[in-house]
């Protein structure tokens, strides 16, 4: 069964700072990943997806790799702001045939401190 | 306005009292889906639907009902609520189920006394 952690669940920066935030699966036979970000009493929003066949996804600041053998991804956040204070949530879609059964990590709230 | 919307933001109810969760979409997408999500957890899908008529569970369904008469309504109906039903639900929609992305409501924050 696929499981999707997200280490650590909190994490405090200075404004400014680089900053990685990781995310593990444990079947690498996914499909996609996505990663979101959920502001609080808001929905989630979709930041970046990453088919399986590509190695990173970059939009502006945000930069995603995926390394489908070590069932790793990152999410690089690049010179934070404290607009970027959110719960950041990674999750894989397992097959094709299934792609829309996401399974979820727990997310990382991350508090940019000015 | 454009988008997706959850009705009511908040709910509290008791114990034993059916509670229906609204979702609508403007955007005529195929696939719509409901989630809870709980402290400490990722999301959990509960149901979801390809298409209108079309429903499916998904890994926690028990206790739930949904129903689609309309592509853009989703409604999800708690027929007896629980305490363990005490949780945030999202609504989702997106244009097909081919790995494309999923576009989130603001969630209902339920509580069930």
């Not at chain 2, 009705?7 to 997408?29: A, D, F, N």
């Not at chain 2, 309504?73 to 790995?99: I, K, W």
């Amino acid at each position: 069964k696929q499981e999707v952690t997200q280490i650590p669940a909190a994490l405090s920066v200075p404004e400014g700072e680089n900053l990685v935030l990781n995310c593990s699966f444990t079947d690498s036979a996914i499909y996609n990943l996505q990663w979101f970000r959920q502001d609080p009493g808001k929905g989630l929003t979709s930041l970046l997806l990453i088919q399986s066949s590509q190695r990173e996804q970059t939009s502006g600041r945000l930069n995603a790799s995926l390394d489908k053998s070590s069932g790793r991804s990152t999410l690089y956040i690049a010179a934070s702001q404290p607009g970027d204070s959110a719960t950041y949530l990674c999750a894989v879609s397992p097959t094709r045939d299934s792609n829309y059964q996401l399974i979820w990590g727990a997310g990382t709230k991350l508090i940019i401190k000015p | 306005d454009a988008g997706i919307t959850q009705s009511p933001r908040y709910k509290i109810t008791e114990t034993g009292r059916q509670v229906t969760l609204m979702c609508h979409q403007t955007w005529s997408h195929s696939y719509m889906f409901w989630y809870r999500q709980d402290l400490g957890h990722g999301l959990r899908l509960i149901y979801y639907s390809a298409a209108a008529d079309i429903t499916d569970k998904g890994e926690v369904p028990d206790g739930y009902v949904v129903s689609r008469s309309k592509t853009e309504n989703f409604p999800l109906t708690l027929e007896s609520a629980t305490r363990s039903q005490t949780s945030v639900y999202f609504c989702a929609s997106s244009e097909s189920g081919d790995g494309n992305i999923q576009y989130f409501g603001a969630g209902t924050r339920l509580s069930v006394l």
